[in-house]
């Protein structure tokens, strides 16, 4: 009786064993299909949502149809000429790994294109920090509104994408400084959330512009017409939207 108890407990042990080889190696596949498709960020699930946000890869959230409701103001952060007949408003997040990508991709591209150098589009920045999965973004999206209140913007933007795995406040105001602001106001700034309502404001934007995650694009002409762009994609998407608009 004693022989066949443990036979009886090791067939249940293999059988437990091959169920949990089996879940791993179905696991593993499925995260290098997502690796290669891009359909899971860094962060990990895809669906790893803020009320049905997303942070985008190479597998964009549909774009929406139809008029595109957004704004540009005199506060929102411009990059290059401010009378350009196209604008490209980029609703973003300094902590979001694709992001990144699209800064160091297809924003890249667009600033050494013939569109940007003869004045055609400028590059409009909106904050859209997605808070349920990065703890940072938030903050960070206030010091580069710290820093636009000294005109540093966009040279505080590029410091924080080249740097986006320290986002903590300490690292924060360290940019500030290596900067050359008046880091007794940005400190100020940004201990007393001066910045929170525009953030806000771009955040509450995003979501009636259509925005479902990040990066998200929406180019507007001078005649109130708009083509959407979602995720981290080539300029060549870009492109497109930009002809269709001309």
Known sequence: MEELNSSS??????????LWKAATFVFLGLFVIS????????????????GGVIDNGNVPAPSPSGSIKVSVGNDD?????????IKIVEFSDFQCPFCERAYSGAVTDLENSAYF??????????HFPLTSIHPYAQKAAEAAEC????GKFWEYHNTLFENQQALDD??????????????????????????????????????????RGTPYFVLINEKGDT????????????????KALQ
Do not use: H, M, W
């Not at 952060?77 to 007949?85: E, S, W």
């Open 77 to 85: 952060p411009i990059l290059g000429d401010r009378n350009a007949p």
């Open 35 to 50: 690796l290669l498709t891009g359909g899971f960020g860094i962060d990990g699930i895809k669906a790893g949502t803020t």
């Open 147 to 150: 820093a636009n209140k000294q």
């Open 170 to 211: 300490a690292s924060l105001k360290s940019y500030a400084a290596q900067l050359k602001l008046d880091t007794k106001k940005f400190n100020s700034c940004l201990d007393n959330g001066d910045a929170k309502d525009k953030v806000a404001k771009d955040l509450a934007e995003s979501q009636t512009a259509g925005g």
């Open 227 to 242: 083509q959407a762009v979602s995720g981290a994609v080539p300029f060549a998407n870009f492109e497109a939207a930009i």
């Open 117 to 126: 150098k003869n004045g055609e589009v400028a590059l409009v920045y909106k």
């Open 9 to 18: 407990n090791e067939s249940v042990t293999i059988n437990k064993l091959t």
